[in-house]
C-alpha cells in the first residue's frame, strides 16, 4: 500500500524501470519506488507518461489524477480489475439493504454537520445556527438539513457574500482540496473490490463516483479548515501543494490520532463491510486538532 503523493509541475517525462518510476525533467532525474506512491498529479500539460508507468502504477493501486489549463483536476485513472473484486462483492453492493444506507448516509451527514460545526467553533465563528438546524437531522436526512447547514456554513467561515460554486480563488481551491479527497476515497473503494458508480444517496447518472461523493463528506471540513487560514488571490503552486499534503494532515479518527489518509483507508472499510452486512454497528467520529498544517510535500519534481 503506497504512501508518497508524487507532484508533475513542469515540462517532465514519466517512465518505469526496474520497479522504480522514473520522472526526468530539466533539473535532474528522479526515482521513487512505485510501491511507495499512493498519488501520482500530473500537474502540467507538458508531461509525457509513458504507459509502462501507468501500467506499474495501476497494479499497484495508485491514483494518478491529470489537471487541465485552469490546474483543476479533470480526469483519473481507475483500475478494472483490482485483484479483490469478484462477483459476490458486486451482489452485495447491487442488494445492499435500504434500511443500512439510510443508517449510514444519516451518520455521514451527521458526522460532516458535527465537523463543520468544530470547523467554525475553531475559527471562533458562531455556529448556533448550525447546531439549531443539526436538531432537526432525521433517518435519511429527507429534509436535507446537509443543504441547509452548508449554505449557512460557508457564510460564516469565509464571508457573508461567499457563495459555493462561485468563480472565485476560494472556491477553486476548495474544489481541488475536495478532488484530491474524492480520489484518496475512490482509491480505497476500488482496492476494496467494490464499483465507485453505486452510490448510497449520490445517484448521478453521470458521476462516475457516487460512492466516493458519499463517503468523503465526513472528511470536506479538513480542507475548508485549511483554506480558511490561507490568504491568497489566485490558485498558486504552494496551495496546490499544500491541499495534497492535507493526506498527511492529522486528524482523530474514532477516537484514535492517525493522519488523514489512513483515516481514509479505515473509514471505506468500515463503511463498505457495515454496507455488506459484514458487521453490526458503524462508528463514524472524526475531530479536528488544533494545529493548522503547513505546505511541506513529499515528492514534489
Known amino acids: 500500500m503506497g504512501w508518497r503523493t508524487v507532484v508533475v509541475t513542469q515540462h517532465a517525462k514519466v517512465s518505469y524501470?526496474?520497479?522504480?518510476?522514473?520522472?526526468?525533467?530539466?533539473?535532474?532525474?528522479?526515482?521513487?519506488?512505485?510501491?511507495?506512491?499512493?498519488?501520482?498529479?500530473?500537474?502540467?500539460?507538458?508531461?509525457?507518461?509513458?504507459?509502462a508507468a501507468i501500467n506499474a502504477l495501476i497494479q499497484n493501486n495508485a491514483k494518478i489524477i491529470f489537471t487541465g489549463k485552469n490546474g483543476q483536476p479533470v480526469c483519473e485513472t481507475v483500475g478494472y480489475y483490482p485483484g479483490t473484486r469478484d462477483a459476490g462483492l458486486l451482489v452485495d453492493q447491487f442488494n445492499w439493504p435500504q434500511n443500512r444506507k439510510d443508517i449510514l448516509w444519516t451518520k455521514i451527514v451527521s458526522q460532516k454537520i458535527l465537523m463543520q460545526i468544530q470547523v467554525c467553533e475553531y475559527l471562533e465563528k458562531g455556529s448556533t445556527d448550525l447546531a439549531d438546524e443539526f436538531s432537526k437531522l432525521e433517518i435519511g436526512d429527507v429534509t436535507n438539513r446537509e443543504a441547509v447547514i452548508a449554505r449557512k456554513y460557508f457564510s460564516l467561515v469565509f464571508n457573508s457574500k461567499f457563495v459555493r460554486h462561485g468563480f472565485d480563488p476560494i472556491?477553486?481551491?476548495?474544489?481541488?482540496g475536495y478532488s484530491i479527497l474524492l480520489s484518496a476515497i475512490d482509491r480505497e473503494v476500488v482496492t476494496n473490490g467494490y464499483l465507485t458508480q453505486l452510490g448510497v444517496h449520490h445517484h448521478n447518472e453521470g458521476n462516475e463516483f457516487n460512492l466516493g461523493s458519499d463517503l468523503m463528506e465526513p472528511f470536506r471540513p479538513v480542507i475548508d479548515f485549511?483554506?480558511?487560514?490561507?490568504?491568497?488571490?489566485?490558485?498558486?503552486?504552494?496551495?496546490?501543494?499544500?491541499?495534497?499534503?492535507?493526506?498527511?494532515?492529522?486528524?482523530?479518527?474514532?477516537g484514535e490520532i492517525?493522519?488523514?489518509?489512513?483515516?481514509?483507508?479505515?473509514?471505506?472499510?468500515?463503511?463498505?463491510?457495515?454496507?455488506?452486512?459484514?458487521?453490526?454497528?458503524?462508528?463514524?467520529?472524526?475531530?479536528?486538532?488544533?494545529?493548522?498544517?503547513?505546505?511541506?510535500?513529499n515528492g514534489h519534481v
Open 226 to 254: 485549511w483554506v480558511a487560514h490561507q490568504k491568497f488571490k489566485e490558485l498558486t503552486p504552494d496551495i496546490k501543494f499544500g491541499l495534497v499534503d492535507l493526506l498527511n494532515y492529522e486528524v482523530k479518527y474514532n
Open 17 to 51: 524501470t526496474s520497479r522504480q518510476l522514473v520522472v526526468q525533467t530539466k533539473d535532474g532525474i528522479s526515482e521513487i519506488p512505485v510501491s511507495d506512491i499512493q498519488v501520482l498529479l500530473i500537474s502540467t500539460l507538458s508531461a509525457v507518461v509513458t504507459t
Open 258 to 297: 492517525t493522519i488523514l489518509r489512513n483515516a481514509l483507508t479505515k473509514h471505506v472499510a468500515a463503511c463498505l463491510n457495515y454496507l455488506s452486512v459484514n458487521r453490526d454497528d458503524i462508528e463514524i467520529k472524526v475531530e479536528l486538532t488544533d494545529e493548522v498544517p503547513n505546505n511541506a510535500i
Open 171 to 176: 472556491n477553486a481551491a476548495l474544489n481541488y
